[in-house]
């Protein structure tokens, strides 16, 4: 069973920096596509970033753009988001999301989520 595990939320101040872990467990990590989300109180869950099985491409929502950075470390099996220059509307529950494209299916797993709250 293939099992995500997400760390790093917190309280930081406007422009503090903060680093998201996800630990995978129960697949090859190395085939999986890996994605951040986020959901913030009354707002649709949003993707911010994502990254292939490699790490050879991402992709960034523009709202992110520049300030924040999916990297991951197959050995390790993890996936990271490193935020800086961080903003009260990046406030939000932060999902990490794992997908395997099968020849005929996609699969979808998840985390639970982290809370990082960003205020003064």
């Known amino acids: 069973q293939v099992q995500l595990v997400e760390s790093g939320g917190g309280l930081v101040q406007p422009g503090g920096s903060l680093r998201l872990s996800c630990v995978v467990s129960?697949?090859?990590?190395?085939?999986?596509?890996m994605n951040w989300y986020r959901q913030a109180p009354g707002k649709e869950r949003e993707l911010v970033a994502t990254?292939?099985?490699?790490?050879?491409?991402?992709n960034y929502a523009d709202s992110i753009k520049g300030r924040f950075t999916i990297s991951r470390d197959n050995a390790k099996n993890t996936v990271f988001l490193q935020m800086n220059s961080l903003r009260p509307e990046d406030t939000a529950v932060y999902y990490c999301?794992?997908?395997?494209?099968?020849?005929?299916?996609?699969?979808?797993?998840w985390g639970q989520g982290t809370q990082v709250t960003v205020s003064s």
């Open positions: 999301s794992a997908q395997y494209f099968a020849p005929d299916n996609i699969y979808d797993y």
């Open positions: 129960g697949f090859t990590f190395s085939r999986l596509v």
């Open positions: 990254i292939t099985g490699t790490g050879g491409s991402t």
